[in-house]
Structure formats: C-alpha cells, structure tokens
C-alpha cells in the first residue's frame, strides 16, 4: 500500500481544513487507516484512526468533537476534516496504514507511512 497525504496549509484558528490520505493497492479496504501528527519538539501522536470497513473509529481526547475522519474505499481515500482548529494542532501530520483488524493507536503497528503534509494554525 502507497500512501499520498494532502490538504495542509495555513489557516487561521477556528478555521478548517481537510486532510485526504490517498492510497494505491488492492487490500485499501482491509487496512486500518491512521492520521498521526508531529509537532516540533514532540513525540508523534495518533490523531485518530479507522477500521477497514470504516465502522470504528478512534479519536485523542484533544480533538473529539473537531475532527472527523471517513473513508471512501471506492475511492481509496481517507479524509481528516478538522474544524476548530488551534494554534496546538500545528503540526507535520501523517497517515498510515496497519493490515492488523483492529483499530491501533500506536504507530509500530503501522506498516506504511505516506509522506506528511504541514498544517499551520495562525491565533
């Protein structure tokens, strides 16, 4: 599985933005997907994560209720919309992708890694 991560850019708190993972392969659809950020100085975090079939999904306490992530295994494309946004979700953020059947958090468990896309939120 090839992952290309995309939608990052500048905005403003309390703005959006849409994060998409697109993927290449013919298994998509039996990989979890993961949305993991970096920011500097820190360690990298799962943001959130989805099942295969797009069923279970996993948030951090921090973005519950902002951040949405969604599937389209037609499409072979993950989404990440974040609203709200805040100046401490600056960050270079990631997806990944685990053959594992069960919705993980921890990035070892995560065998393909797409290329990251920088988000900047501005106070």
């Known amino acids: 599985v090839q992952l290309q991560a995309s939608g990052g850019g500048l905005v403003q708190a309390g703005g959006s933005l849409r994060l998409s993972c697109a993927a290449s392969g013919r298994t998509f659809s039996s990989h979890v997907i993961g949305w993991f950020r970096q920011a500097p100085g820190k360690e990298r975090e799962c943001v959130g994560a989805?099942?295969?079939?797009?069923?279970?999904?996993y948030y951090t306490d921090s973005v519950k209720g902002r951040f949405t992530i969604s599937r389209s295994n037609t499409e072979n494309t993950v989404y990440l919309q974040m609203n709200s946004l805040k100046p401490e979700d600056t960050a270079v953020y990631y997806c990944?992708?685990?053959?594992?059947?069960?919705?993980?958090?921890?990035?070892?468990?995560?065998?393909?890694w797409g290329q990251g896309t920088l988000v900047t939120v501005s106070s």
């Open positions: 990944a992708a685990s053959a594992l059947q069960v919705v993980r958090t921890d990035s070892g468990s995560y065998h393909y």
């Open positions: 989805i099942s295969g079939s797009g069923g279970n999904t």
